[in-house]
């Protein structure tokens, strides 16, 4: 079975402060996504990587960024939380070839206050 | 741009009951998935749908594809409460190397 984790199921910060959001796969998978979900938006790619130490910027990157020094890793950083980044955020990871299901771990719910 | 939409975005059945949720997309795609995500939890992946005419059933539901239409469906048969959740259809976005484009998915509540 395909396991993606991350690093905290509910995390509360204050505004300013840097936040680490970190995702870990277990099936050699090439590609990693963050993305963030809010009511009524739907699901929106922050960014995403398809290899170690590649990033590409989704649909809304500003205000974030992203590092992937493992193949297994890609943690997501907030430089300087703001209340607006009070969201759900999901990591995925798929294969680069073959079918593309992405695989979503369970979730880090992020208030900022 | 490539737009993924589905319909209804809400619905309310009753256990028993028969029902369709579509997906509909704007490029040429032979590749769709459909999600399920329940309340306060990840998405699930369900369904993957390869080519068109393509069919898959698991349970109470059933996932078709048809490329030509760029239509898929997610038919609910004989509804139970268990199957209540949001179910989001999603496409490969073309040129991107394994992005998916995402519906803004359908909240199915299923009341006895």
């Known amino acids: 079975d395909v396991k993606v984790t991350q690093s905290s199921r509910y995390l509360v910060k204050r505004t300013g402060e840097k936040v680490f959001l970190e995702c870990v796969q277990d099936?050699?998978?090439?590609?990693m996504f963050w993305y963030r979900q809010d009511p009524g938006l739907g699901l929106r790619l922050i960014y995403f990587s398809y290899d170690v130490k590649m990033k590409e910027k989704g649909d809304i990157p500003e205000g974030y960024s992203v590092s992937r020094e493992k193949k297994e890793r890609f943690s997501l950083i907030l430089e300087s939380a703001s209340t607006n980044q009070t969201s759900m955020y999901l990591c995925a990871s798929s294969f680069r070839t073959g079918p593309g299901t992405q695989y979503f771990g369970p979730g880090t719910r992020l208030l900022v206050l | 741009e490539l737009k993924v939409e589905q319909n209804p975005l809400f619905l309310s059945m009753q256990e028993g009951k028969n029902y369709t949720i579509y997906c509909n997309y704007s490029t040429t795609s032979d590749r769709l998935y459909w999600y399920r995500q329940d309340p306060g939890k990840s998405l699930e992946s369900l369904f993957v749908?390869?080519?068109?005419?393509a069919v898959k059933q698991e349970g109470r539901l059933m996932a078709s594809l048809d490329t030509k239409a760029r239509l898929s469906t997610l038919h609910i048969t004989a509804a139970v409460h268990d199957l209540s959740a949001t179910y989001f259809c999603a496409v490969d976005d073309w040129g991107s190397q394994g992005n998916l484009i995402f519906g803004k998915g359908t909240k199915l509540s299923v009341k006895p």
């Open positions: 099936m050699d998978h090439e590609n």
């Open positions: 749908l390869l080519s068109n005419g």
